[in-house]
């Protein structure tokens, strides 16, 4: 969904909500990749500076080396496994790896880096199940080489230099992967383990807390190479639990022999923890059709090449190797819209224009064309308690997890309330679906118009945007309901804010980056 979905009925948009457009205008991929770009350029104004001092001629053929080496092997890997290749993905391990390694001519230290940028290339092809990652590219081509003795990572980016542009970073970086909570509990783990080692040296509390955080990798760890999503498990308590274990592997000194603790070798035990909780693989799935939902917005149907499992409310990650580069590369997200017992797997898409290269790829499908289901997560769920009342809020195509929580029966038997926002009657998705549900649906249009057949209006004695007194007017009880919101950033924000100024205690959201 893009944030142009976003129906004038809700609150006026926070900062928070502006903010998430604006990062949410792009892919994660692009993101990452911008953000360790503007941090590679940063390093190299710091040597100018005197900030580091490596030398300039050593930075650029340190960054010359890790950037081609990484983008050349990718290209030649794919070629050989007859895949299409994921520059982005490339770019983004050779920047880490820049990162990793210490810039140096020495020819046994460049012979290291060129060995590590193959390694954590070749892993991604040699170190997969089922076209999924089960390592860190970038810490695994690390790990590996160490333990050759050419050369060793270093992870030079915790400098306190760094810091300025590092912590922003990061910090863009979380909020629009939606790893806020996980970084804090890995972030908290370490530090502290890392600050009471200090604290028996002799150190105060807040030079140790200062260390951990400026002279230890950690930021840079949490934000580029724990919550890297294709090596983690779907659900959150998964993560967190992750999060914490790693946390431990990070900050407390051990040694088994050849391997001692490093930033890699705690990534690397952690991404194998998550691949034996049950991390999916890579699916194959062959284009079986797509129908329109409204002028605005279609549904695509898929074959998959093996059953995919998913909860209701769960979202998928879909290659699109048909599109052209566009500057936001071909991975997309979509929220499942069908039932987990279904033959086909489904999603709602907004397609109005302006169309992204991966849309445009997306609508030129023809039958029997096949993309690759790359991941599988998220935790828009239901409470397991069939009786725990919700109210369903939904901005537009933000329908469609709810969809999928519907034609699974999870809400046939419970207490739940839609409230569905749209600009206008023939731009509410699924109405036929909704209105035969059997739950009450309520319908807030823009223009203030009837809402279609058998959906009940919810404008009536209300004007301009839903805020937290018109929201609690139409659903008095809502203090008792947890709340879910799902819509474009911008719409999320807003309406979760009202959510809480009605009474709500807890909500929970999905939002739809724009792409």
């Given amino acids: 969904m893009s944030p142009v979905d976003t129906p004038q009925t809700g609150p006026a948009p926070s900062l928070t909500g ?32 005197g900030w580091l001092t490596f ?6 053929a340190h960054l010359a080396l890790c950037l081609g080496l990484t983008y050349a092997a990718n290209r030649a890997l794919a070629a050989l496994f007859r895949v299409n290749p994921h520059s982005e993905s490339s770019l983004i391990t050779g920047l880490l790896l820049y990162f990793l390694f210490w810039p140096s001519l020495q020819p046994r230290d460049l012979a290291g880096v060129a060995l590590a940028c193959v390694l954590a290339s070749a892993s991604k092809y040699a170190l997969a199940w089922r076209g999924r990652h089960i390592f860190n590219p970038a810490a695994a081509g690390a790990f590996a080489t160490g333990l050759t003795g050419l050369n060793i990572a270093t992870w030079w980016a915790a400098t306190a230099a760094m810091l300025w542009v590092l912590v922003p970073g990061v910090l863009v970086v979380l909020h629009r992967t939606r790893k806020v909570l996980m970084a804090s509990v890995f972030t908290g783990a370490a530090t502290a383990i890392i600050t009471l080692e200090l604290l028996r040296s002799g150190m105060t509390a807040g030079m140790g807390v200062w260390q951990a955080l400026a002279q230890r990798p950690v930021l840079f760890f949490v934000g580029f190479m724990l919550t890297e999503p294709l090596t983690l498990p779907p659900r959150r308590p998964q993560q967190l639990a992750l999060a914490a274990v790693v946390g431990v592997l990070f900050a407390v000194p051990w040694n088994l022999g050849i391997v001692a603790n490093s930033p890699e070798a705690a990534l690397l035990a952690g991404n194998l923890l998550a691949f034996l909780a049950g991390q999916r693989g890579a699916v194959k799935l062959r284009f079986a059709g797509s129908r329109p939902l409204t002028p605005t917005t279609a549904e695509f149907s898929f074959e998959p090449a093996r059953p995919v499992r998913f909860l209701p409310g769960q979202y998928m990650e879909l290659d699109l190797p048909q599109a052209r580069p566009d500057g936001k590369g071909r991975r997309r997200v979509f929220s499942l819209t069908g039932s987990p017992g279904e033959r086909l797997v489904k999603f709602g898409v907004r397609t109005a224009g302006p169309l992204s290269a991966a849309k445009a790829a997306l609508l030129a499908l023809q039958p029997g064309d ?16 069939p009786r725990r009342p919700v109210l369903l809020i939904a901005a537009g195509i933000g329908i469609t997890p709810f969809v999928s929580h519907l034609s699974s029966g999870a809400l046939r038997e419970r207490d739940a309330v839609l409230l569905l926002l749209a600009r206008s009657a023939d731009e509410v998705a699924y109405a036929e679906e909704l209105g035969t549900s059997g739950m009450r649906v309520l319908v807030r249009l823009a223009d203030g118009s009837d809402p279609p057949a058998g959906l009940a209006s919810a404008s009536a004695g209300a004007s301009g945007r839903l805020d937290g007194t018109a929201l609690a007017a139409l659903v008095p009880d809502i203090d008792r309901r947890e709340v879910y919101v799902s819509g474009s950033p911008a719409s999320v924000a807003s309406l979760r804010r009202a959510a809480r100024r009605a009474g709500a205690r807890r909500v929970r959201t999905d939002s739809f980056s724009g792409y």
Avoid: H, K
């Avoid at 502006?18 to 940063?42: N, P």
């Fill in 18 to 49: 502006r903010i998430s457009t604006a990062v949410g205008r792009f892919t994660m991929y692009r993101l990452i990749l911008v953000v360790l770009a503007v941090l590679a350029a940063y390093s190299l104004l710091l040597n100018v500076l």
């Fill in 55 to 60: 030398g300039v001629p050593e930075m650029l």
């Fill in 370 to 385: 096949e993309v690759t289901a790359t991941a599988v997560g998220g935790d828009f769920v239901l409470p397991r308690d």
